[in-house]
Antibody, heavy 118, light 107 residues
Framework: QVQLVQSGAEVKKPGASVKVSCKASGYTFTSHYMHWVRQAPGQGLEWMGIINPSGGSATYAQKFQGRVTMTRDTSTSIVYMELSSLRSEDTAVYYC???????????WGQGTLVTVSS | EVVLTQSPDTLSLSPGERATLSCRASQSVSVNYLAWYQQKPGQAPRLLIYGASSRATGIPDRFSGSGIGTDFTLTISSLEPEDFAVYYCQQYGSSMTFGGGTKVEIK
């Protein structure tokens, strides 16, 4: 069965960077794009971008351009999302989500809480 | 960027009742790229509907989606206890956006 397992919770100081991982299993890793979506406490869902695990190319939401980098390792079936210059407003649960034919995520990871606090 | 506005913010209903959730887009959305998700507290979202009206794998047929252009609807024909949750619509054109969510709560 399809599973996306994310790395554990992180606590970072303002200005630092965080790198969240998402390990995929149960399907052909390079056959599906992967989205990253975040959710601030008590708020809605916010799309950050998408990566093609096959070629490694990524498209980022305009809001995060210059601050986010999505990469992948095909040997381990892991995708990564790195967010830099963290500020308190980046405190959120970060989700990876497998793409369904460029229609949106069909399977989701369990989420990774990133807390930014001095 | 396409803005999705969901209404109402909260829907208070009893089990067995019909729920009708609305999602309005700021510009026309291809039906292929409109989806609905359910989210319960502490859980990741769950895909319910894609392509505006196609149920995702394992989704009961009490969930249905409809709509075209800028107006889309998610209908739950008869609420089960496990359906009380927050529902989000989502579109994916050149960029992906989500609506603000509708909370379906027990009356």
């Amino acid at each position: 069965q399809v599973q996306l397992v994310q790395s554990g919770a992180e606590v970072k100081k303002p200005g630092a960077s965080v790198k969240v991982s998402c390990k995929a299993s149960g399907y052909t890793f390079t056959s599906h794009y992967m989205h990253w979506v975040r959710q601030a406490p008590g708020q809605g869902l916010e799309w950050m971008g998408i990566i093609n695990p096959s070629g490694g190319s990524a498209t980022y939401a305009q809001k995060f351009q210059g601050r986010v980098t999505m990469t992948r390792d095909t040997s381990t079936s892991i995708v990564y999302m790195e967010l830099s210059s963290l500020r308190s407003e980046d405190t959120a649960v970060y989700y990876c989500g497998r793409d369904l034919s460029l229609l949106g995520p069909d399977y989701w990871g369990q989420g990774t809480l990133v807390t930014v606090s001095s | 960027e396409v803005v999705l506005t969901q209404s109402p913010d909260t829907l208070s209903l009893s089990p067995g009742e019909r729920a009708t959730l609305s999602c309005r887009a700021s510009q026309s959305v291809s039906v292929n790229y409109l989806a609905w998700y359910q989210q319960k507290p502490g859980q990741a979202p769950r895909l319910l509907i894609y392509g505006a009206s196609s149920r995702a794998t394992g989704i009961p047929d009490r969930f249905s989606g409809s709509g075209i252009g800028t107006d889309f609807t998610l209908t739950i024909s008869s609420l089960e206890p496990e359906d009380f949750a927050v529902y989000y619509c989502q579109q994916y054109g050149s960029s992906m956006t989500f609506g603000g969510g509708t909370k379906v709560e027990i009356k």
